[in-house]
């Protein structure tokens, strides 16, 4: 499956921004789909993920209450609203799709090429 993410920017603290996801070469609803962020300098991170039909969210602590991942099957496109954004937040982030749902990054088979986020103070 192949992947384009979209929808990165920058934007001030406490601002929101929402990540898109496109979907292309395989049947979406096959794969659990997770968003990854890797600042500068550190590794590439679990942010949040979502099972196959959507009813299953999983999130990062530092990203609970603040952040929430949806998914449009019919659209093959998977979202990341991003609310209250703080500095921290500031990374290239990354959608992934997995036929093995997880928060690690070894349970994702297909990346996309990520979209820059940055939160100004």
């Known amino acids: 499956v192949q992947l384009q993410a979209s929808g990165g920017g920058l934007v001030q603290s406490g601002g929101s921004l929402r990540l898109s996801c496109a979907a292309s070469g395989r049947t979406f609803s096959w794969y659990a789909m997770g968003w990854f962020r890797q600042a500068p300098g550190n590794e590439r991170e679990f942010v949040a993920a979502i099972g196959l039909s959507g009813g299953s969210q999983y999130y990062a602590d530092s990203v609970k209450a603040r952040f929430t991942i949806s998914r449009d099957n019919a659209k093959n496109t998977v979202y990341l609203q991003m609310n209250s954004l703080k500095p921290e937040d500031t990374a290239v982030y990354y959608c992934?799709?997995?036929?093995?749902?997880?928060?690690?990054?070894?349970?994702?088979?297909?990346w996309g090429q990520g979209t820059q986020v940055t939160v100004s103070s």
């Open positions: 992934a799709a997995s036929s093995n749902p997880g928060t690690s990054l070894t349970n994702y088979n297909y």
